[in-house]
Structure formats: C-alpha cells, structure tokens
C-alpha cells in the first residue's frame, strides 16, 4: 500500500518538472461520510480560494466566478458550507433538499470549474479514495464528463464493484480510464527500496535475501522490517556503506505480519512517547497539536509533546503535515495497529474528550457532524450518540448525500436494536416513536438509493412501530383497502365524520412513510399495495387542514383517479392543490405535488392540461 502512495508521490513530482502544479487531496476514514471532505482543499486550490482565507472574500470571489446570472447567484448559499462563504439560505435555497440540491450544488461545482478554467491542463490527485463519501464520486464522475482540461488521478485500495454507485462503476472501466494495477515487488525493486532509506549504492546480499523473503515485496512491510533493524543496530551505516551484523541477522527474530513488526517496534518506545502516538491514534490518521493537547491524559506533559512528535516522526511512525501543526501517521495501517494497542476503556474516554473538543468549537460546522458522531459513537454514550448520529444523518439526507444518510440511520437502527455491543450500561433506551422516525429516514435514504429492497423493509417497520402496519397478507390487505374506501365514501358525503381525527405528531412520521413505500410498491408493481397506501396517506393527513404533505397526498389521490379514468375527480383533486398552495405559499411542495399529476395527465393524454400543471411549476423557479 506504501507502493501507491509512492507512485502518486513521484507522478506528482514529474508533473511538477513538466510545469504542471497538481491539487492534491486526501480521504480520511473519519471523514468518509462527509460530503465533500477531500474536494474542499481541492476547490480552496483551484478556484484560488487559498489566497483569501476571510469569509467575506472567498465569498467576493465566489460570487466574481458566479458572474451576473441572476439564477446562479441566487443559488449560490448552496456553496456556503462547502467553501466557507457568508451566505445564508435564502428563499430559493431554503426549501431545497435531497436530490435536487445536490445536483444544483454540483452544477454550480462545474460552472466554477468552467469559469477557472485557463487553456491550461489542471491535474487533481486523490489519495486513499477507498474512503472517499459520495458526493465527491458523483462531482468526479460529473467533472470528468463535463469540464475541460481536468484529469483525476484516484488512488486507491481494490474498490469493491458492488459497494460503487453504477455511474462511478461505468467511469472507472470506461475505455478512458487508465488502470495501474500495483503488483508485489520483485528482489530488485526491494533492494531499491533499501537504497532509496539508507542512501547508499549497494545493498549487502544477505540483507536483501533476509528482507525479500520475509515481506514478499510488499513495500511497508519492508520499510518497517529495515526501521526494526535499525533499532536493534543489526544494519546501520559506516560512511557510506550499509553493514549487517550477520551474526545477528541469522538469528533475528521478526514478526510474521506488518502489524507485529510495527507493534514490536512501539513497545520498544518509552512509555510516555507510546501514551503520545496511542492518544494521536484517537484522533485519526490526521492530526493536529491542539487535538492532543485538547485531549491528552494527565500521563502526558503539554511542554514535552513537541519533542515527542519528533522523535516519533524521527522513528517513522508520523510524518509533517501540509498545515503548520499537523501530523500524520506515515500510513493508514500504523495508525489502525498503534490504535489497537489501546485498552478499550482507555478509548472510550479519549473519544468522549474528543467528542467534547470538536462540538465547542466546531458544533455549528457540518463538515464536523461526521465526525463529531463517530467519535460519541466510539464512545458508546447511549445519549450523545444518537444525537450526533441522527444530526449528521439529517444532513446528509437535506443535501442529497443518501450513501452517508444510509450508513448514519443505519447505526441508529442499530443502536435502537442492539445498543452499541454486549455492554448493557452502553445500550441506548429508544421508544416506537423515536426508531420509527429513525426507521423513516432509514427507508427514504434507501429508496433515493435505488435499494428499493432495504427501503422497503425500513418504512414497513416505520408503519408497525406506530401502530398502522400495512397489512401481511391478500386478505388483509384488501380487508383493509375495502375499509379505507369506505372512510373515503363516507368522509365525501359526510364531510364532517369518517374518522377520527389523527395525531399531528403520528402523521408526522407515518404519512410519508407511507408516501414512499407506496412509491416503492409502485415500482415493484404491487397494485393493491400501492392503492392502500394512497388511499391510507389521505385519510391520514385530510383531516389536518393545509399543508406540504396534504398537497402531496393530493397528488396521490388525483394521479389515482386519473388512472382510474375519473378526469372530473382528479380535477377536482388538483384544484385542492391550488387552493392549499394559495394557503400556506409552500412552492417547493407544490411543485413536487405537481409532478406526479403531470405524469398523470401526459399518460391519459391530456396535453393542455399536463402542460398547465408543468408551466407551474417551472415557473416557480424561472
């Protein structure tokens, strides 16, 4: 895995001799469920965003980029977060979520990445993209197709096919895309390698015979078994040549596996420099001075830290940061085995200490939250937990980034199932209402996924924790449609009964639950399902006067009717969405109600009309 760090490194430097300065940017596993987090260096870089570090000029920049169109100005807070900008949501923004504010933020992406654009070839370099969120794969997959002159250079880990999103998949085994597959090293690439640490021309025989059989070429495993000779003086330099003790070579003893070489190593560290790098562990691959500081056990001495950073770096377990005061583990599985090496109890207290550090200062910035609930997730806090998990999950779902949301509700399901493992104090106590509200946004991060499998399962737990199931079996699902008919037929001719009246906090919940189950149903062609649903949603929400999901289920029921060949009803239906709209002015809403009618209208053949309803709702937006 060194091998391709290595290879980006030196591709990096012949791009550097051409005259070409590449972006670089970094995945981290504590950041792999926050959207964007290695493209914000990257943006910083291109769009010279790095020069101006005050909001109130990054946001004169932006909005410079942007130029005079009146439409992408006004969807410019959609940047804010991203690129750290002064601008609030405002009325087109605001009511932006999910799938269509992703897209608008990655069409803003590309037009600035148009508008930078210099007739010159821009080069970004990823590292470690294994970990890379979502959002970022769907921006590269949309750049490399759109933007001129930018080529992306991914390295990475074997990625698994399944676990890609088809787009990403199809752009990584395009004809275009250049593969490098890294193969283990031969005895003469190894006997580079210890050239390349020693600084010398010639490399003793049995030195390499010893190396090469021992890690196969793989190229950490040999740069770690080299800093464990050193340490025990078995190779060491005499001027400029590289002497072996073959003596004590020949009876060396060496861990079998990367991590035993490296846990070797450590215990041979003081006991507080090993306390320094454990803590460092806590924190990620990533860290910074002030991290440790914020967090270190009273074990560790703040006027010693500096020192003990260099001696680390020194021995090769941590290497300088790009940011003044920041360090990093020289690789991701020197991290994992320092990390280990921690009693379990110890780890709970420093992510909990952690935890507590990013939220005072960073509580109100999303590129935070993820990291924010793995850390009290970490720490098993049956309360902080759920909090941080559920916040970040929210904000994954608003803005479109429905692989993290999956993976954050998930947990909650999880947690709400198991707790966070078999110990009994950690488990979290979650009522119905909570996990159905969990289980909700559960099924909606599936359901945009295309997991119509999972989604489905999620929103008909929903539905059974609150009590209103959608029905098992043929006969109960048609017993149940026949009695929500019968509410329908009564509450038209009986405006005043067929039913009582529903909970707003129930419906809250239930009624989109139902909302996309019935959608999931749709496409599984399930008729008699998909029917209940809409007929159950409506007598659901009805009964609450106006609002967003009433219009939706208005929708529902006209797209219903007009299936059924009922124009006059359906009609009758869409003019309710008017007069709802004209009652609580919620266009984000409407237009989403006015889809589905359209595509009701278009399937009968109802041209006029299906173009009215559409003209409507573009025009909320034009």
């Known amino acids: 895995e060194s091998g ?72 410019a807070p959609l940047l804010a977060e991203l690129l750290g900008l002064d601008l609030p949501d405002n009325a087109t923004t605001s009511g932006m979520t999910g799938r269509g504010r992703s897209d608008a933020t990655i069409e803003l992406l590309l037009h600035l990445l148009d508008t930078t654009f210099a007739e010159a070839v821009r080069v970004v370099l990823l590292e470690d993209v294994h970990w890379m969120d979502g959002s970022s794969w769907e921006l590269v997959t949309q750049a ?63 030195l390499l015979e010893f ?47 990367v991590q035993g070489v490296i846990v070797s190593r450590i215990d041979r ?40 950073l260099d001696r680390a770096t020194a021995d090769g377990f941590l290497e300088p940061g790009a940011a003044r005061g920041e360090f990093l583990f020289s690789h991701a599985v020197v991290r994992d085995a320092v990390y280990q090496l921690l009693p379990f109890g ?35 806090d049956a309360t902080r937990a759920p909090i941080a998990l559920e916040r970040a999950g929210d904000h994954a779902l608003r803005t479109g980034a429905y692989r993290e949301s999956l993976r954050f509700f998930q947990q909650l399901v999880d947690v709400a199932d198991h707790g966070f493992g078999d110990d009994d104090a950690a488990r979290a106590p979650v009522d119905d209402s909570t996990a159905a509200r969990w289980c909700l946004k559960l099924g909606i991060s599936g359901y945009n996924l295309g997991d119509l499998s999972r989604g489905r399962l999620a929103l008909e737990r929903t539905a059974r924790l609150l009590g209103d199931p959608v029905p098992a079996t043929k006969l109960g699902l048609r017993v149940a449609l026949a009695a929500q008919l019968l509410q329908r037929f009564v509450r038209r001719i009986l405006p005043r009964f067929g039913g009582a009246r529903a909970r707003p906090v ?16 749709h496409l599984s062609l399930l008729p008699e399902h998909t029917l209940y649903t809409i007929l159950r949603r409506f007598n659901l929400v009805e009964s609450l006067g106006p609002s967003p999901e009433l219009m939706s289920a208005l929708a529902g029921m006209a797209y219903l009717a007009s299936m059924f060949g009922k124009r006059d009803l359906a009609d009758e239906y869409v003019a309710r969405i008017d007069a709802t709209q004209r009652a609580i002015d919620a266009p984000v809403a409407y237009a989403d109600a006015l889809y589905p009618v359209s595509v009701a209208y278009l399937g009968q053949g109802r041209w006029p009309e299906c173009e009215r309803v559409s003209s409507a709702a573009l025009d909320l937006f034009s």
């Open 211 to 257: 190396v090469f059989e021992r890690t196969q070429g793989h190229p950490l495993f040999v740069r770690q078994i080299l800093a464990a000779l050193r340490d025990d003086r078995i190779a060491k330099l005499d001027g400029d040549r590289l002497v072996v003790d073959r003596a004590a070579l020949a009876t060396a003893t060496i861990p079998d596996t």
């Open 4 to 75: 391709k760090s290595e290879l980006a490194a030196a591709f990096g430097a012949n791009l550097r001799e051409s005259g070409i300065e590449p972006t670089l940017g970094v995945c981290d596993p504590l950041d792999s469920q926050t959207p964007y987090a290695p493209m914000r260096r990257v943006f910083d870089a291109l769009f010279e965003l790095d020069k101006v570090p005050a909001r109130l000029a990054r946001t004169a920049r932006v909005l410079e980029l942007l130029g005079s169109d009146p439409g992408l100005r006004d969807r």
């Open 346 to 380: 110890r780890r709970r207290e420093l992510h909990a200490t952690l935890a507590q550090w990013y939220e005072t200062g960073h509580d109100d910035d999303a590129a935070f939250f993820s990291r924010i609930a793995g850390h009290w997730t970490a720490a098993q």
């Open 506 to 521: 129930h419906v809250a919940v239930l009624a989109p639950a139902l909302n996309a189950v019935g959608r999931v149903y």
């Open 269 to 308: 560290l003081s006991t507080a420099d090993q306390l320094l790098i454990k803590v460092a562990s806590v924190v990620g691959r990533t860290f910074t001075v002030d991290a440790i500081e914020a967090i270190r056990p009273d074990e560790l001495v703040a006027a010693e830290i500096a020192a003990q």
């Open 144 to 206: 490399l197709r759109r933007s001129r002159g930018l080529c992306f250079v991914l390295v990475s880990r074997p990625l698994e096919q399944a676990t890609l999103a088809p787009r990403v998949a199809a752009m990584l085994t395009a004809a275009e895309t250049v593969r490098i597959r890294l193969e283990p090293l031969g005895a003469p690439d190894v006997g580079d390698i210890i050239m390349a640490e020693w600084g010398v021309r010639n490399v003793p025989p049995d």
